[in-house]
């Protein structure tokens, strides 16, 4: 498997707009890797994506992706399902006709329990989906807790984290097993099951302190600390799972870490990590 991180942003990428703060005007003038797209994952091997933010459709053409054998959704948040237009612009055909001679192309959308329940409640999702299903660019599948996935020779699990409408995936290949949560890590203990993966990719948390002096950044009361996993707490989810390799990603903008700046903090924290940026392609 080959893990490629095709957006390392969050909720706020970089640059955002009408914000001038150094790393965003950094980003604007050397443009990749400072700019983070919406969080999204490829794995090459399965070719399964995850999420589609709204950069989607330009972050697949950017990586030149090819087939993708399935997508899966981790959640409903808005920053990881509004490019899912991206079917449409990817697999619909405007110009075939007659009907029977317009080109069949469809992709498979895997959507966990939970997230399916979601996508009926929340931004229209599932009749979105629905609308793509009808005119045949997407085939659903609504999955069972507990139901597994075999693509290719990869299988796929997903699983419940603490804030238990969202999804971490568990890959299982040959010999190799990769670990994957898109976002929402607050008050995940990991279990035993999932230690000790090859690899694991994480979102890395907000910065309740600054990550290089330890200054505090947010105000001790502010409720995002009640349902964010902050980026010291993630340092503990990743002691406890003893991954032999981890990339941290769904960097926020609003934490003014620059690339850079995330290239030497492994350094100054004496950790071994990496932390993602768009593009970054990882062996497993
Ligand atoms: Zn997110
Ligand atoms: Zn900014």
Same mark, same amino acid.
Request: charged letters at 30%; hydrophobic letters at 40%; a negative charge.
């Given at each position: 498997?080959r893990?490629?991180v095709?957006?390392?942003?969050?909720?706020? $990428?970089?640059?955002?707009?009408?914000c001038?703060c150094? %790393?965003c005007?950094?980003?604007?003038?050397?443009?990749?890797?400072?700019v983070?797209?919406?969080p999204?994952?490829? %794995?090459?091997?399965?070719?399964?994506?995850?999420d589609?933010?709204?950069?989607?459709?330009l972050?697949?053409?950017?990586?030149?992706?090819?087939?993708?054998?399935?997508?899966?959704?981790s959640?409903?948040?808005?920053?990881?399902? =509004?490019?899912?237009?991206?079917?449409?612009?990817?697999?619909?055909?405007?110009?075939? /006709?007659? &009907?029977?001679?317009?080109?069949?192309?469809?992709?498979?959308?895997?959507?966990?329990?939970?997230?399916a329940?979601?996508?009926? #409640?929340? @931004?229209?999702? =599932?009749?979105?989906?629905?609308?793509?299903?009808?005119r045949g /660019?997407?085939?659903?599948?609504?999955?069972?807790?507990? +139901?597994?996935?075999?693509?290719?020779?990869?299988?796929?699990?997903?699983?419940r984290? #603490?804030?238990?409408?969202?999804?971490?995936?568990?890959? %299982?290949?040959?010999?190799?097993?990769?670990? @994957?949560? =898109?976002?929402? @890590?607050?008050? /995940?203990v990991?279990?035993?099951e999932?230690?000790? #993966?090859?690899? #694991?990719?994480?979102?890395m948390?907000?910065?309740?302190?600054?990550?290089?002096?330890?200054? &505090?950044? !947010?105000?001790?009361?502010?409720?995002?600390?009640?349902?964010?996993? $902050?980026?010291? +707490?993630? !340092?503990e989810?990743?002691?406890?799972?003893?991954?032999? &390799?981890?990339?941290?990603?769904?960097?926020?903008?609003?934490?003014? !870490?620059?690339?850079?700046d !995330?290239? &030497?903090?492994?350094g100054?924290?004496?950790?071994?990590?990496?932390?993602?940026?768009?593009?970054?392609?990882?062996?497993?």
């Amino acid at each position: 498997m080959r893990v490629e991180v095709l957006g390392s942003g969050g909720a706020t $990428t970089t640059p955002r707009p009408g914000c001038t703060c150094r %790393v965003c005007e950094e980003a604007r003038a050397k443009g990749a890797p400072y700019v983070r797209t919406g969080p999204s994952v490829f %794995v090459h091997g399965p070719n399964v994506l995850f999420d589609t933010p709204e950069e989607s459709k330009l972050q697949l053409d950017r990586a030149r992706i090819g087939d993708i054998a399935a997508c899966f959704y981790s959640h409903w948040h808005p920053d990881h399902t =509004m490019g899912r237009r991206v079917w449409e612009t990817r697999n619909g055909d405007f110009r075939g /006709w007659p &009907r029977e001679a317009k080109r069949q192309h469809f992709t498979d959308i895997y959507l966990p329990q939970q997230v399916a329940v979601d996508f009926r #409640a929340y @931004l229209g999702g =599932m009749e979105h989906l629905e609308f793509m299903q009808q005119r045949g /660019w997407i085939r659903i599948h609504e999955l069972r807790d507990g +139901e597994t996935v075999l693509i290719g020779d990869v299988e796929i699990r997903p699983f419940r984290l #603490a804030e238990d409408y969202v999804y971490a995936f568990e890959l %299982v290949g040959r010999d190799r097993r990769l670990l @994957l949560a =898109m976002d929402e @890590l607050n008050g /995940w203990v990991p279990p035993a099951e999932v230690c000790g #993966a090859d690899l #694991a990719v994480l979102p890395m948390g907000i910065c309740e302190y600054d990550p290089f002096n330890g200054e &505090r950044r !947010l105000h001790r009361d502010h409720p995002v600390l009640q349902y964010e996993a $902050t980026f010291v +707490e993630t !340092l503990e989810i990743v002691d406890r799972l003893e991954a032999k &390799r981890v990339v941290l990603s769904h960097v926020e903008e609003v934490d003014e !870490l620059g690339y850079d700046d !995330l290239l &030497r903090l492994p350094g100054a924290l004496g950790r071994e990590l990496t932390f993602a940026y768009d593009g970054l392609v990882v062996e497993v």
